[in-house]
């Protein structure tokens, strides 16, 4: 049964950081891997989804890293602003989404 | 493109009443579509898969007696909670794909349900 981790689970820092945030899974013949991220009492936005048979992603300030032999991935946020405040989801896909635990970032001015 | 849309967005009900939650596919046709629950705090949990013309595929664990799915089309599934109990409340999203679960899946906006 696979089963996902994000560490950690919150993290508060100042503007201009570079931050990383980490996804963990125990079975690796997934499909692919999605970062979703999600504000309060909000849906789902997508941000970035990796194929299995790519190491990496890049939208913008972010980039998402695939590691599938070792089961983790990356989410880079290069320059963080206020505005990426948010729940970050990672998401790996066997024919179905098994959701990980979430990262609660906030980033203050 | 890739539009999911959620009716309603957010509902109160009497315990014992059944809720009708809608999710449609505006602009491509979904062949499967998938339910989730949020509690407050924790991540999102898969309940049942819903294909177009078939039975949806319940989780482990949850009640298909209690969550009736519906998926009548190729843009249209239908989530309805059967006499609702206050544990039920929670935030419904639902996602479409175009085929198989290894497609990337569109969400919706969700649904928060509160019974009281």
């Known amino acids: 049964k696979q089963e996902v981790t994000q560490i950690p689970a919150a993290l508060s820092v100042p503007e201009g950081e570079n931050l990383v945030l980490n996804c963990s899974f125990t079975?690796?013949?997934?499909?692919?891997l999605q970062w979703f991220r999600q504000d309060p009492g909000k849906g789902l936005t997508s941000l970035l989804l990796?194929?299995?048979?790519?190491r990496e992603q890049t939208s913008g300030r972010l980039n998402a890293s695939l590691d599938k032999s070792s089961g983790r991935s990356t989410l880079y946020i290069a320059a963080s602003q206020p505005g990426d405040s948010a729940t970050y989801l990672c998401?790996?896909?066997?024919?179905?989404?098994?959701f990980g635990t979430g990262t609660r970032l906030q980033v203050f001015p | 493109g890739a539009v999911v849309s959620q009716h309603p967005s957010r509902v109160i009900c009497k315990s014992g009443t059944s809720v009708k939650i809608e999710c449609r596919s505006l602009?491509?046709?979904?062949?499967?579509m998938f339910w989730y629950r949020q509690f407050p705090k924790q991540s999102l949990m898969l309940m049942a898969t819903?294909?177009?013309?078939?039975?949806?595929?319940?989780e482990q664990g949850v009640e298909k007696d209690k969550f009736l799915i519906n998926h009548a089309s190729l843009t249209l599934s239908t989530l309805t909670v059967t006499s609702a109990h206050p544990e039920d409340s929670s935030f419904y999203i639902c996602?479409?794909?175009?085929?198989?679960?290894?497609?990337?899946?569109?969400f919706g906006p969700g649904t928060r349900l509160t019974v009281t």
């Open positions: 079975d690796s013949a997934i499909y692919n």
């Open positions: 819903s294909n177009e013309g078939s039975k949806a595929t319940y």
């Open positions: 998401a790996t896909n066997t024919d179905k989404l098994i």
């Open positions: 990796i194929q299995s048979s790519q």
């Open positions: 996602s479409a794909g175009g085929g198989t679960g290894i497609n990337e899946q569109y």
């Open positions: 602009d491509f046709q979904a062949t499967t």
